[in-house]
T-cell receptor, first 115, second 113 residues
Framework: AQTVTQSQPEMSVQEAETVTLSCTYDTSESDYYLFWYKQPPSRQMILVIR??????QNATENRFSVNFQKAAKSFSLKISDSQLGDAAMYFC????????????FGKGTLLTVNP | NAGVTQTPKFQVLKTGQSMTLQCAQD?????MYWYRQDPGMGLRLIYYSASEGTTDKGEVPNGYNVSRLNKREFSLRLESAAPSQTSVYFCASSVRGASYEQYFGPGTRLTVT
């Protein structure tokens, strides 16, 4: 079974600075997808970024980028120019490329942004 | 589009009571899911429906039943609520296929006393 580990329960960053959230996963599959979701205090789950395992290029969405290291099974999220609105719980998630549709989530990292 | 909607937003039950959580999506998605979120545990899959007419167990199905009423609606039933089922419940939907993101509803906070 796949597992997703987020080793940082909490992180903090100063506004306008850069922070990196860590995620590692364990799988024997070669075809899979990785996601970062954001959950602000409103509780709504919002997709931040997605990475396909077959793509070597790291995904980027505006201020959010990932460092995908397939051999190391590592998928970290970098937030540049942090804003107060980035404060939230961040979840890393894994999805098999096969017929199993479920998302396997890590336990989350609570990000605080200090003004 | 409303996206994924869930009712109710909050609910308090006594041990042994039953209830159904409702979920509907208006994005014409094939696949729908029910997750629970507990403190320090992330989200865990309870049941999912890959397409209309099919349902499958997820990671934590015990104590729950589901019904895929039609393509839009996927309900979660607690037949005899237990305090261990106190949690926040999320419904999600997606286009069928692993590469597609799941869209989440706003969640239902359930307390069982």
């Amino acid at each position: 079974a796949q597992t997703v580990t987020q080793s940082q329960p909490e992180m903090s960053v100063q506004e306008a600075e850069t922070v990196t959230l860590s995620c590692t996963y364990d799988t024997s599959e070669s075809d899979y997808y990785l996601f970062w979701y954001k959950q602000p205090p409103s509780r709504q789950m919002i997709l931040v970024i997605r990475q396909e395992a077959y793509k070597q290029q790291n995904a980027t969405e505006n201020r959010f980028s990932v460092n995908f290291q397939k051999a190391a099974k590592s998928f970290s999220l970098k937030i540049s120019d942090s804003q107060l609105g980035d404060a939230a719980m961040y979840f890393c998630a894994y999805r098999s490329g096969g017929s199993n549709y479920k998302l396997t989530f890590g336990k989350g990292t609570l990000l605080t942004v200090n003004p | 589009n409303a996206g994924v909607t869930q009712t109710p937003k909050f609910q308090v039950l006594k041990t042994g009571q039953s209830m159904t959580l409702q979920c509907a999506q208006d994005m014409n998605h094939n696949s729908m899911y029910w997750y629970r979120q507990d403190p320090g545990m992330g989200l865990r899959l309870i049941y999912y429906s890959a397409s209309e007419g099919t349902t499958d167990k997820g990671e934590v199905p015990n104590g729950y039943n589901v019904s895929r009423l039609n393509k839009r609606e996927f309900s979660l039933r607690l037949e005899s609520a237990a305090p261990s089922q106190t949690s926040v419940y999320f419904c999600a939907s997606s286009v069928r296929g692993a590469s597609y993101e799941q869209y989440f509803g706003p969640g239902t906070r359930l307390t069982v006393t």
